[in-house]
C-alpha cells in the first residue's frame, strides 16, 4: 500500500474551536516514552488518509519542520449532531517493535447457501485481534463466501488467510460467518368446523340470545295465541 503522510500544523490556531472553525480537525499526538502534541490537520485530507488507511494501516505525521512521525490512528470523536469529525487521537509507533492492533475482516463473493436456499448471511466477527511489526500490518483481511455452500458451512478465524508475519490473537474455532436457515412461519390451521359455523353467520354477541323465527319456542307471541288452554268462566 502506499505511503499515507498527513500534513499538519502545530501552534497556529489558539484552541480547538479556532481550528475547527478554519475546516482542521485537532490532533493529539501520544505514545510511550514521548511529550504529547497538539496538531491539527485539514478536514478533507484526515477524511480521505482515514479512508484509504482506517485503524489498521501506518500512517505518517508530517510537521511544519518535515519531521515525519509514524503514527495508528486511535480514536475519532464525531459530533453527534452532524456525523462530523472533531478530534483524532493518533498514538506514536516504534517500526522496531511489534504492536497489537485489530484488523477489519471484510466479506467478498456471494454465497450459495443465501443465493439457492434463501438462508440469511451472519457476520458475527468484523475485526481480528492480531500482533505484528508495523510495516506487516495489513488494511484488511477479505473472507471468500462463497465457501457457504450449506446452513453447516461455517467460516472460523483458523480458516482466515493471513500472511505468515501477522500472528493472530484471536482463537482458531470463533466463529466468522454462516448462513442460517430462514425462518417459516407456519399459518395456524382453522379446523373445518369452525370454517362451517363461519360460513352460516355471525356468531350472537355475548348476552344476547340467538334470533328465533316466529311460533318458534322462544319467539313473541301472535295476537290472539296463548301458550295453553283459554280459561272458561
Known amino acids: 500500500m502506499e505511503k499515507i503522510t498527513l500534513d499538519v500544523t502545530e501552534g497556529v490556531y489558539a484552541n480547538a474551536k479556532e481550528a475547527r472553525k478554519a475546516g482542521r480537525i485537532p490532533m493529539v499526538y501520544y505514545g510511550k516514552g514521548i511529550d504529547n502534541h497538539g496538531f491539527s490537520i485539514d478536514y478533507q485530507d484526515f477524511r480521505r488518509a482515514y479512508g484509504k488507511g482506517g485503524r489498521s494501516t501506518i500512517m505518517y505525521v508530517k510537521n511544519e519542520k518535515d519531521e515525519e512521525f509514524p503514527i495508528l490512528v486511535q480514536d475519532i ?3 453527534p449532531m452532524t456525523d462530523h469529525m472533531i478530534h483524532v487521537d493518533v498514538m506514536a509507533v516504534d517500526l522496531n517493535k511489534p504492536i497489537r492492533t485489530q484488523i477489519p475482516i471484510v466479506l467478498t463473493g456471494a454465497a450459495p447457501a443465501v443465493k439457492e436456499e434463501g438462508g440469511i448471511l451472519v457476520q458475527s466477527k468484523d475485526k481480528v485481534e492480531v500482533e505484528c511489526l508495523p510495516n506487516d ?16 458451512t461455517s467460516i472460523t478465524v483458523g480458516d482466515l488467510q493471513i500472511p505468515d ?3 493472530v490473537l484471536d482463537a482458531g474455532d470463533i ?9 417459516v412461519i407456519e399459518e395456524e390451521e382453522v379446523p373445518k368446523e369452525e370454517v362451517a359455523e363461519g360460513e352460516e353467520g355471525e356468531a350472537p354477541a355475548e348476552g344476547e340470545e340467538e334470533a328465533k323465527p316466529e311460533g ?14 283459554e280459561k272458561k268462566e
Open 137 to 152: 500490518l495489513i488494511h484488511q483481511i477479505e473472507v471468500d463466501i462463497s465457501l457457504l455452500v450449506d446452513f453447516h
Open 165 to 167: 508475519a501477522i500472528k
Open 216 to 229: 318458534e319456542e322462544g319467539g313473541g307471541k301472535k295476537e290472539g295465541e296463548g301458550g295453553g288452554e
Open 77 to 79: 470523536q464525531y459530533d
Open 175 to 183: 466463529n466468522v460467518a454462516k448462513v442460517s436457515a430462514p425462518r
